[in-house]
């Protein structure tokens, strides 16, 4: 009966592949990533209207003694350096 069932009503096959309606860790408020990363800062990105994307940034480790104690402007400052930028885009359910 679930082949019928997902025949029937393919959106049930999504919700249970993706788990968007689960948001995980529980309990914990991703705005704030510094409360779980060390050097870290949540920055929003307009993309275009009415859409935002929230994104981290982290600085690594070797620049983690700088960064302790900086506003949300250093870190966007941290970005235009001579240093990479390593982009890793991740969904996470009840959060995409």
């Known amino acids: ?9 393919p959106v049930v096959l999504t919700k249970f592949v993706f788990l968007n309606f689960l948001a995980f860790p529980f309990f914990v408020d991703l705005r704030r990533p510094e409360l779980l990363l060390n050097n870290t800062v949540s920055l929003y990105l307009a ?3 009415g859409v935002t994307v929230g994104i981290w940034h982290t600085v690594p480790g070797s ?4 960064a302790r104690g900086k506003d949300q402007r250093w870190y966007e400052e941290a970005l235009a350096d ?3 930028v390593i982009i890793y885009l991740h969904g996470n359910g009840g959060t995409r």
């Open 1 to 9: 009966s679930v082949p019928f069932l997902i025949r029937l009503f």
């Open 47 to 49: 993309t275009e209207p």
């Open 63 to 66: 620049r983690g003694a700088e």
């Open 82 to 84: 001579a240093h990479p």
